[in-house]
């Protein structure tokens, strides 16, 4: 019997990079309004849930784009940041704004398809207007704490 060749098969790092950014663009999504809940400071309590809106967009292309090259998104999710003060809470969404970029790029460099690949390479543009936007809530947060 002749085997049928998935792109699975045949692009299995993609799919791979695919997931881990599902499963990472899912935690900024369920994390960022959380995060948001526990600021008093309007502005950046703002900033954070537009943080995780625009991730809601990024997880449903790249879920799509698992399906449109054979594979199976992976639904799974990263613990909660666990921490009393909002500073290192940041820090580690901003690990994981620079994570996502790191990975749209790798994604836009495997992915085959030149229109599915443009949408990667924007993401990872837009990652890096998130990665600005957490280090400006950072940077507030700092002022605020007199750092
Ligand atoms: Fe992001």
């Given at each position: 019997?002749?085997?049928?060749?998935?792109?699975?098969?045949?692009?299995?790092?993609?799919i791979?990079?695919?997931?881990?950014?599902?499963?990472?663009?899912?935690?900024?999504?369920?994390?960022?309004?959380?995060?948001?809940?526990?600021?008093?400071?309007?502005?950046?309590?703002?900033?954070?849930?537009?943080?995780?809106?625009?991730?809601?967009?990024?997880?449903?292309?790249?879920?799509?784009?698992?399906?449109?090259?054979?594979g199976?998104?992976?639904?799974?999710l990263?613990?909660?940041?666990?921490?009393?003060?909002?500073?290192?809470?940041?820090?580690?969404?901003l690990?994981?704004?620079?994570?996502?970029?790191?990975?749209?790029?790798?994604?836009?460099?495997?992915?085959?398809n030149?229109?599915?690949?443009?949408?990667?390479?924007?993401?990872?543009?837009?990652?890096?207007?998130?990665?600005?936007?957490?280090?400006?809530?950072?940077?507030?947060?700092?002022?605020?704490?007199?750092?």
């Open positions: 019997m002749k085997s049928v060749k998935t792109t699975k098969d045949v692009y299995p790092r993609i791979e990079v695919l997931n881990q950014s599902l499963k990472l663009e899912y935690s900024l999504i369920t994390h960022y309004p959380r995060i948001a809940s526990s600021i008093d400071d309007e502005e950046i309590k703002k900033m954070a849930i537009r943080l995780g809106e625009y991730s809601t967009r990024h997880a449903d292309i790249v879920a799509r784009a698992i399906q449109e090259l054979g199976e998104p992976i639904w799974n990263d613990p909660f940041p666990e921490s009393a003060s909002l500073i290192p809470i940041f820090r580690i969404q690990d994981k704004e620079k994570l996502a970029l790191s990975l749209h790029t790798e994604e836009a460099n495997l992915i085959p030149p229109m599915l690949r443009g949408k990667f390479t924007r993401m990872a543009e837009e990652e890096k207007e998130h990665i600005k936007l957490v280090e400006a809530i950072l940077s507030k947060l700092g002022e605020k704490e007199g750092l």
